[in-house]
């Protein structure tokens, strides 16, 4: 089991940007693929993105293709979401998620295929 902190949400404006990390503690970090979900009020959680144990390989969701980047440290156990030209529907709760898995090179887009998750951090895009 991997212990998920997440940090760095906020209220931001419309096109502004933000960096959110999700500090991995228990067991050895590079045996984990990650990912990141959100969820709005009323909505069902969605995958955001997600990256590989090795951090070669990485998926996005349409809605924030090329706007977000996910990357990872496995020196610092941390994993991270750039989001850049922010829209009011990304206003959500975002938790990152963490699959062990022994292939390097793969990364999970369903929900259910994480063991473990963080409590979330909140991002609201308002003017």
């Known amino acids: 089991q991997v212990q998920l902190t997440e940090s760095g949400g906020g209220l931001v404006q419309p096109g502004d940007s933000l960096r959110l990390s999700c500090a991995a503690t228990g067991r050895t970090f590079s045996s984990y693929a990650m990912g990141w979900f959100r969820q709005a009020p009323g909505k069902e959680r969605e995958f955001v993105t997600a990256?590989?144990?090795?951090?070669?390989?990485?998926g996005y969701a349409d809605s924030v293709k090329g706007r977000f980047t996910i990357s990872r440290d496995n020196a610092k156990n941390t994993v991270y979401l750039q989001m850049n030209s922010l829209k009011p529907e990304d206003t959500a709760v975002y938790y990152c998620?963490?699959?062990?898995?022994?292939?390097?090179?793969?990364?999970?887009?369903?929900?259910?295929?994480?063991?473990?998750w963080g409590q979330g951090t909140q991002v609201t895009v308002s003017s």
């Open positions: 990256i590989s144990r090795s951090g070669t390989n990485t």
């Open positions: 998620a963490a699959k062990i898995t022994s292939y390097s090179d793969h990364y999970y887009f369903l929900g259910n295929s994480y063991n473990d």
